[in-house]
């Protein structure tokens, strides 16, 4: 018995240390080759992202950030590749202007970002983590003077108002911002709670819990996995069943206003027989 209240007390300590919030933009659906394509376009481009245009806002430290594959098979390999980021109390671009001050984030001489299923996520760990204010507007720079495929798309929603810029010149100071689409973006946190990473490096199966702990219902979003029929269940310690459900989209709210607060199991099963289980709180 002992036994058992210090496994239960060390799995509850375990959640109070580990509990963070993914950041997103998302549920865009629109391509476009004008990010990390087509460089005769696109070779510098800028995206700014305001407070109100992420679920799960939070302050906190940026370690990761993601976005969202789109058309165009194969391994996009990027050359000289950089992110910076920043922060204004600016809502738009000025005059086509480029924001500058910005900060490095990431570098690399050659980055390959793997064939990925369109819809799903792909995320850079930052080499410099990136403090963020949730009450001021994001800026996103990348730069690439060669990328290996020129028709490799993004998925995001509608430039308008224009929060994109884009310029083939990655030393320019004023840009494009007509491209149609502005991408979609999200950000793990690194929070006085701690650290939430929630996709492994592998191209296996796995999914994303967010918030976490939940209230009232819950987003789960499947990465690495094609678009198909998935087995959702929810699961108590004690192994009791509560929650059963067929996932036919890759991103699905789910209703836990009749669950009880504590520690649950969500498993996922696809057609290909692959599962993957994750522990969450609900906690009202």
């Known amino acids: 018995m002992k036994k058992n209240i210090l496994l239960f007390t060390l799995i509850i300590l375990s959640f109070n240390f580990l509990k963070a919030q993914q950041v997103q933009k998302g549920f ?27 679920t799960n806002l939070a302050a906190g430290t940026i370690t990761r950030i993601y976005y969202k594959y789109g058309t165009g098979a194969g391994d996009q390999v990027l050359t000289r590749f950089s992110i910076q980021m920043g922060q204004t109390t600016e809502t738009a671009f000025t005059s086509s202007t480029f924001f500058t001050g910005l900060t490095p984030v990431y570098y690399r001489d050659s980055d390959t970002i793997p064939q990925g299923v369109s819809g799903n996520w792909f995320y850079f760990d930052l080499d410099t983590p990136f403090t963020y204010d949730s009450t001021k507007t994001l800026i996103v720079q990348l730069i690439f003077p060669e990328s290996a495929i020129d028709s490799w798309g993004t998925l995001g929603s509608s430039n308008n108002p224009a929060k994109k810029m884009i310029s083939p010149d990655t030393l320019a100071t004023t840009g494009d911002p007509t491209s149609s689409t502005w991408q979609d973006f999200g950000f793990d946190l690194a929070t006085a709670s701690g650290i939430y990473s929630f996709i492994s490096k592998t191209n296996g199966f796995d999914f994303l819990l967010a918030p976490n702990p939940a209230q009232n219902d819950m987003l789960i979003t499947t990465f690495n996995s094609a678009l198909q029929t998935t087995d959702l269940s929810i699961t108590t310690l004690l192994g009791e069943t509560v929650y059963t459900q067929k996932l036919t989209t890759n991103s699905a709210y789910i209703d836990i206003n009749n669950l009880s607060n504590g520690i649950y199991f969500v498993t996922l099963t696809d057609q290909q027989g692959k599962v993957k289980s994750k522990k969450f709180i609900i906690e009202k």
């Open 28 to 54: 865009g659906t629109s391509n476009s080759t004008f990010l990390f394509g087509y460089t005769s376009y696109a070779a510098k481009s800028q995206c700014i992202f305001w407070p109100s245009d992420f």
